[in-house]
């Protein structure tokens, strides 16, 4: 059954096809091919009324054929006489101008202005005679085949260029205009050809706006003004004459005669109409045969629809409970929709969070005014410590300084004092030796003795010597290494100093790196890897692994709104710079992991935590509002709610005003109280200022919000120079302060060597004293000699004495100086305690406010998260009653589409659904037995309307093909007259025009066998009888092939005609004739436009106002050949 649904489906668009087909030949290109090929001349004065009456009693005559009644008809037509006939069609379609650049072989033609009647193009061989002509063809959309001047029309591109361009300007006047509100009283109509062979169109108005670029519209230009630019009759190039005209072969002249007249056309049409017709016939015979099976179906379907009367009840039953059911389902969503209502009106009634937000409001502003308090408090106290511990600073100095003098006299003392103590055992042993040598003195040894002591007395003496040498030579150690210590310092700080100006290099190279980056990427200034770590996080983002994109650096996401607040700003927000926002920990956690790809643990940017909010805080309460300077949130444009809100909680930028000018900041901050609000200031310089305190900043420009770039990079290069010629200085310094330690060092060896030497030296002296006295023997010393040296001894002892006294006294000064100066340090330090102690419950009772704004804070937070979740929910149960309103309406809609009327059910859906799904389960019980009652049905329904659609199709295609076979019947009777009336006028004319040369001559018409054969008798040759054109000479030939031209253009229409050299092979006399008869004829004709293209000279003609002359000019000499040669090769193409 689905295949001949589809067969017979197939066959019936294939019917409608040929009959759509068919409909459109016979009604349309009929009729319209009609119309071109009588071409009733359109407002005609010249014919008399008797000519106009002759010629339709011609035209309706029917069976008639031969010779006899032609000639009977000649006779009629000559006897009537005939004028030239005359039209207005001047008006429209005829070419006002044409130019060509870049065309064939010539770079530019034109613009040449043609003449209303009769133009003629003369010129030598290359000028461009044949190139108007083909560009007159081309430009109005022919084809390159129609020109018989080549294949494509890439072979009318001059060689060596990429586009030809065309330019032809038709007439188009009158009531008759086309469009003439749009296009006014010209067309101009523009085709540019490339040389890969396309091409485009521009029509344009007489003003030069382009109206439309489409084939169709100037398709239909030329059907309005009846152009044919294939036809020969209005377009007859050389080829076409050598093709038809010159031919001697009398068919190629009888299709010459049907292609200028459009019976050829005509005629191919109806033969594709009578094969359309008979392949409709077949597939009727087709469709009849399926017809047959169409009927045995319907009559199948039939039968089981008869059968299917006892499901109806029961069916009448389910769509009761559907209606009934369909009303109960709006009675349910009007019940929900009611306890929404409800619902609301409690939760709007609601207000208990918003009372909490107040009153939490209230306990923060007086959380925050405690901190403030405590703040001011800690400042005050701070600013005390700070004063005393410049203070005690200076009392450590001086309790060290005294100290140092204290430990130096103390030395001094205990120097005496030992020095004391060994001259009182010095004395006591010489004494005991004296009281030895007064017993033990022996007179045999007193010579031995003496010697020894002499000995003794020069080893001393030696020693006494050397042990100065080797003192000497110690201090000069000692001093050595004092300098060279200090040169060590020296080199320390130095080094010390080149290290801080090769970081701040290294710091200012790196900068720069990142402000000239900065060019290309602004993102760079925040550091080398933020523009990656941004793309990343991108990624991260699109892959779903944050909860909220975080955002960052902040200092990317704000702009000063003063460009010279920039440092200010910047050292208010120093730390904030480069840091980034999440809206909670996890997504802190993903935040981490990325930065870890492009930075160290410890060199990362800052993370901070905040819940993200769509709009920023409300500051107008809690900011600062300065007549004459902004604060820091006023002075930058955050687009970023987040980023505002993050620096209004972290930093209190509404808090924090901006005054250029320091002495002012200090006037507005320190003498007065500060403005309402006002925590704290920044100048413009960058230092900070409090209410009682104020701190300079080495902040000397912006480094991330600087405006000019490239003043930043030259002040950035600048400072590089500048550090670059000190640190060179430094490293000048440097290595002469190293230089100047190697030598010491060097010195310093030397001396230690020669202080080893002179020890070495002491050594054995000092060993052969202390030999000489242990040496035992009998005391025989001068006891006078010791005695004297005991009371040298005594007097040193004494001197030495007082100078211990007097270290003593000294020392006791010294350490009653170092004990005040102590004591005063402990007791600044013991007040300084104190303060420390005391500022500690204050820091304590600070943190606590601090813990408890925050913790209020959050509470107020999660009582706005509260408060907001409320009305969202109170958003959302709207919207769930917006959605229940829709739901009703749509469900009202559905049950009035159901049933109309309003059911009052007092069921409840569910056990209406019950009944509903009972009855179905009997009735699918039923169509098990019998069949879908539906389906069979519409089967039954559809079987009856293919019977009938395809019987009536059937039908009305026969009547149609009936139908068609008479209209072509007439249509076949119309042609034939039509062919035959054209004949005669153009025997008539053709006749007519040979009279002019008192010639004689016939055009014999066998359209069974499709030949033309035209005789004629030149003057002369009266005795000779008929001759057909092949025994004619070449100038007859012609003059006889104008005539034949002439007749055509009397029995076709259209608003110019152009002959291309029609001349080259008639001698001067029948070229005069034929000039002066087209001249006759185009005088008869003056609204009608002729083109004549000649080689020959036109000095001849006679003068008048309806005659143009277009000279072309001679081609260049050097391009003369090469564009004969183009021409001729075009030619052969």
Known sequence: MDKEEAGRRERQKLCDTRYSVLASNVEVNSLKQQRRITMPKRKEKTLSATNQKKRLRIEEQEGVAGDEEDSEDLEQFQQEGYQFSSSSLGEIGIVESISLKNFMCHSLLGPFEFGSNVNFIIGNNGSGKSAILTALIVGLGGKATTTNRGLSLKGFVKHGQSSADITIRLRNRGTDAFKGDVYGDSIIIEQRITCDGSRTCKIKSKLGQVVSTKKEELTAILDHFNIQVDNPVSILNQEMSKQFLHSKSEADKYKFFMKATLLEQMKGDYIHIKQTKAITRDQIETQEESLKDLKQVYLQKKERYENLSSLEEMQKNVEVLKHQMAWVLVKDIEIQKQKLKEQIEREENNDKYKVKVEQCQDEVHKAERKIQETQDRLDKMKEEIDVLQSQCTSLKEVAKKKSKAYNGQEAAYRRHQNKLKQMERERDLLQERIKELKTTVTQNLEAEHLERLNEMSTLQKRLKLLKAEGKETSQRIEERQQSLYKEKEELDKLRQEENRIRYSLDSSVKRLNQMKAGRSNSLRRFGEHIPELLEAINTAHEQGRFTKKPVGPIGACIHLKDASLAVGVESCLRNFMKTFCCDNYKDEKVLQGIMSRFYSKGNRPQIIVTSFASTPYDIKQRGVCHPEFPSVYQALHIPNPVVANCLIDLRGIETILLIKDNDVARKVMQLGRPPKNCREAFTGAGDQVYKNRYYSDDFSRAKYLGADLEEEIGLIESDLENQKAQLSRFQLHSNSVIDGIKLMEKELQILIAKRKKQQGSITPVELAISELENVEEPQSMDIDTLEEDVQDLLNKIESEQEKVNNAKKDMDKERKIMEEADCSYQDMKNKIALLVEETEPIKEEQMKAEADANKLERQLKNLEKKQNEHQNYIQELQSKLADKEEELQDSIKQAIQICPERLQVERSAKSIDTEINRLRQRLNTEKNRHGNQNEIIGEYFEALNNYKDNSSQVKDLKRFIDRLDNIMNERQARYKQMRRSLSLRCKFYFIDFLDTLK??????????????????????????????????????????????????????????????????????????????????????????????????????????????????MDPERGNKQQSEEDEEASQKS
């Not at 006889?1040 to 076709?1052: P, Q």
């Open 999 to 1112: 010639c004689c001559g016939s055009m014999s018409f066998d359209h069974n066998n499709e030949a033309l054969a035209i005789s004629v008798q030149p003057p002369g040759r009266e005795n000779g009888g008929m001759s057909d054109m092949r025994s004619l000479s070449g100038g007859e030939r012609s003059f006889s092939t104008v005539c034949f031209i002439l007749s055509l253009w009397e029995i076709t229409e259209s608003p110019f005609r152009c002959l291309d050299e029609f001349d080259v092979y008639m001698d001067m006399k029948n070229r005069r004739i034929s000039m002066d008869l087209m001249l006759k004829l185009a005088e008869s004709q003056h609204l009608r436009q002729f083109m004549f293209i000649t080689p020959q000279s036109t000095r001849t003609l006679p003068k008048s106002n309806l005659i143009k002359i277009h000279q072309l």
